[in-house]
């Protein structure tokens, strides 16, 4: 901890403010903004709704597509660095910015592999990070050939987003339901556990690892149900866990911050299931429950300041708060006030004016010690809070 | 903690999005937005720079002046509720905007107490709170009577701000740096100890009070040097501290977050130095260190949620980052490179872009469970982090 710095050097690090950007406008924007509050930074967004929850939050935001080459190399061009909340942006602008200097959050290079679901599968063969076996597929009629590869998951190659794009065949009955495009047919693991880890790289290559968060799903549902962080793992298995999560970031060869996805099979076996790029959903809980959150953490590795603490100050689980089912129109969030009154309860609203089924419309962070205490609160707030509107 | 709501009532009250505004767009209102960001409320900030440090973080600023009557009054009328960073605004505006339906907080009629020294005083006297005798003067003339009134501390008794205003008189000879304005000459206290108190009223005049915080001064500069929260009080004191604090927000009867200021002498007397009605210096630990930090307090109040917890998740020092005395101009933040790789240090910049010798430019907080850690990291940072610019 305790590194000698040249004064001089210092100083020359910090005496200009930096213009950092942001592509999309969404809630990761949102929180990694409020992130940025506490240093000196000048910010940017891009995004099509002007209304989006980050457009207030920054110092220019300008409207415009994210998916778009002119849009994002005009956004991009006069400044330092620029990140992503999302991965469906124009990979060819950032390769021409990064071309000509600036600095990019994951590096275009990481970004292409992880964007194209087939490219992503390669990487981990041809790294020797496991995961589990895959064909590829370019159509549906593909599929038919690969019917003794079932019980399988297949995903579109390209624009899959928050469990869209990922369809579960079973059996041959299912395969109707897959997909007419570019895809990976992956062999489904035989799940004990699925975790997840967030990892941070600096521009020296410096990493810094979050504790593996266990993600427990709703079985009857197969929805994320809560997840708790630290994840009660065998110190065996946390080992695995970390090592192949620090290989893939090692590979991809990138500063920023990642998210990798793991099962656990019932063998212990530990197998990568996807990673992401950027701050994640499974790293919400850093903002209140880590000495460096996964939002203070990117900026750290985008300002150039040493990697952050990821010790937990206390154990955490959160809850995400999807719109419910049947209700489109203006949120209202029933249940908050009782919510709020619950003293080791966090509350994030994401400041979507409208709510529709299932849309992330906040998370809940829950802080204890005791694990029992986690589960009983993640258990009310998703018994209590609901997100509906007045009409259905 | 567990209370039942109806949910129908709780559906109403979040129905809609208040419209809340912030007088003056320094730290405190950038603090606050940044605690807004959790909740659903569309933000509101006025300030005469543009350039503030809270001007680009609300949804919608405004040029104007905050001590004016006009200004004031247009800028509060459309919204639901008004909060202030600094008690120097116009008031009278504010009790028309009362009269009118608008939520204050704090009330008018507490901020009017507050704002001049004289009244305030004379608040504590006439309602039993213990607060150091006093004798009001008129101007430098009648300082003269009082001699054997010193030693004493002469306070202007309007528009005196972060030590601006106040003069320690000791001897004669000191009497000259008098003000010639009506001002409260109050007698020295021994002081063993300075605390503040942070307490929260809500519109149902229930309170919540954090632990009290030890105001740390540098006796050879007479300059505030550190806080740590909790403060280290015998029980006895500590009960005296709260009920006085408490008595403190009682008779204001606004809700609101206050700040209590209290001396300790050296019999474990209890006096009331001085009361801010709004979020303070003091409380700015209370980001990391409470569940519940005064800002997301104040919102708690001011969208009418339950009081948030007031419990400390760990004990915390907060050292303030002053400009560097000789430097004007662009900050630079020498050192900041160093104390970002302490783990248990959280820096917060405050985005001014201009130092000046003595101006806040931003504090750090401390985590630990150990008061001698919280100590030693305090002074390391104080001898580490200068703000400075490159022109002297």
Chains 1, 2 share one sequence.
Not at 126 to 131: E, F, L, M, R, Y
Not at 232 to 241: P, Q, R, S
Not at 262 to 273: E, W
Request: glycine share 6%.
């Amino acid at each position: 901890m305790d590194k000698v710095y040249h004064h001089n050097q210092t100083a020359q690090n910090n005496s200009t403010i930096k213009k950092v950007g942001i592509l999309g406008g969404g809630q990761l924007g949102r929180m990694l903004l409020q992130a940025a509050i506490n240093y000196p930074v000048e910010t940017f967004v891009m995004e099509k709704d002007e209304h989006c929850p980050a457009a207030h939050l920054c110092h220019h935001f300008t409207k415009g597509d994210i998916s778009n080459f002119d849009d994002v190399y005009a956004f991009g061009k006069g400044l330092d660095a620029l990140t992503i909340e999302i991965e469906s942006v124009n990979v060819e602008a950032l390769e021409k910015l990064e071309a000509e200097g600036i600095s990019i959050y994951p590096k275009p290079g990481a970004l292409k592999i992880i964007k194209d679901k087939i490219q992503q599968k390669q990487f981990y063969k041809s790294n020797q990070i496991p995961s589990s076996e895959f064909i590829v597929t370019q159509n549906k009629s593909e599929l038919q050939q690969h019917l003794n590869f079932l019980p399988a998951a297949h995903k579109i190659a390209m624009g899959g987003y928050d469990g869209r794009g990922v369809e579960l065949l079973k059996t041959n009955a299912d395969l109707e339901r897959g997909f007419d495009a570019p895809a990976v047919l992956e062999k489904l693991v035989a799940v004990k556990k699925e975790i997840a880890v967030i990892v941070a790289v600096d521009n020296n290559n410096n990493t810094a690892i979050y504790p593996p968060v266990d993600m427990v799903f709703d079985n009857m549902l197969n929805l994320l149900d809560y997840q708790v962080s630290p994840a009660g793992l065998a110190e065996k298995v946390l080992w695995k866990v970390e090592a192949v999560a620090l290989k893939v970031v090692k590979e991809l060869k990138s500063p920023g911050i990642f998210a990798v996805e793991l099962f656990v099979d019932i063998d212990d076996n530990v197998f990568v299931n996807e990673t992401a790029p950027r701050v994640h959903n499974s790293g919400h809980h850093t903002i209140e429950a880590n000495y460096s959150s996964q939002f203070d953490m990117l900026w750290r590795v985008m300002l150039g300041y040493p990697l952050g603490s990821t010790e937990h100050i206390l154990p955490a689980a959160i809850v995400n708060l999807l719109g419910e089912p049947g209700y489109n129109g203006e949120a209202i969030y029933e249940g908050l006030t009782e919510i709020m009154d619950i003293e080791n309860v966090f509350v994030h609203i994401y400041g979507k004016k409208e709510t529709k089924p299932g849309r992330k419309m906040g998370h809940i962070t829950i802080l204890s010690k005791e694990k029992q205490e986690l589960i009983h609160q993640a258990n009310r707030v998703k018994q209590t809070l609901k997100v509906i509107s007045a009409n259905k």
